[in-house]
């Protein structure tokens, strides 16, 4: 473990405590990563969120190969790896088991545009069909779900959310879970949401931008 590492490995780490507290990633579910000099930073499988140290953080080459002997790497490394190999402007990736968004997964169900926020996911949030958790047809099928979005939910499993930092993923996960409960909310109540319209959507990206708070 290099010392120029430790920040990251600690932030990873503020990452996974804040998303415990936040009740997003039930029962040690869901993994958090972020790219690294040699590859990529990624929670370790089977390690309590709130036991980990910096040292228990696992990193990956690209490839997926340990860069030094340790703890094994959270089981859904392959799909860390893919959504890094494939999207430049990840720098960070968050993947939690979220209740609200999950439940909506396990209907098959994406989230359409019908809140402003929405515009931290680059847009309408789509649901990829299921796949074995820790395959490569997972892996395959998440980068799918995120073109041109930075959040996709996974029918029967989840959430991923990318950044390009892991404050940015962490507040896209965040967005997600709350849009969730929205759109559920509006769901339950036989309500049809009002979908904003591309344009509306490309404005409030660039206010977004302006404001920083799609910057680091
Ligand atoms: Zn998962």
């Avoid at 094994?72 to 993947?95: F, K, L």
Wanted: net charge neutral; hydrophobic share 45%; proline share 6%.
């Amino acid at each position: 473990m290099s010392v120029a590492e430790v920040p990251l490995r600690t932030q990873i780490i503020a990452v996974t405590h804040a998303l415990d507290a936040a009740g997003l990633v039930p029962n040690k579910s869901g993994n958090v990563s972020c790219r690294s000099a040699g590859g990529f930073l990624i929670t370790p499988a089977g390690v309590p969120y709130r036991d980990l140290k910096p040292s228990d953080i696992v990193e990956l080459s690209m490839d997926g190969l340990p860069t030094t002997a340790g703890p094994r790497p959270s089981s859904e490394w392959r799909m860390h790896a893919a959504i890094y190999a494939r999207r430049p402007d990840a720098a960070a990736i968050v993947h939690t088991h979220s209740p609200q968004a999950t439940a909506l997964a396990s209907a098959g169900r994406g989230i359409p545009a019908f809140h402003y926020m929405i515009a931290l996911a680059g847009g309408d949030i789509r649901c990829v069909p299921y796949a074995t958790f820790g395959t490569a047809e997972l892996a395959e099928s998440a980068v799918r779900g995120l073109k041109g979005r930075r959040a996709t939910l996974l029918a029967n499993h989840g959430v991923i959310a990318i950044g390009d930092s892991l404050r940015a993923a962490h507040a896209v996960a965040l967005e997600v879970e709350n849009l969730a409960t929205q759109y559920l909310a509006m769901l339950s109540a036989g309500l049809v949401p009002a979908v904003l319209d591309d344009a509306e959507l490309q404005r409030v990206v660039e206010k977004f931008t302006d404001y920083g708070r799609l910057a680091k």
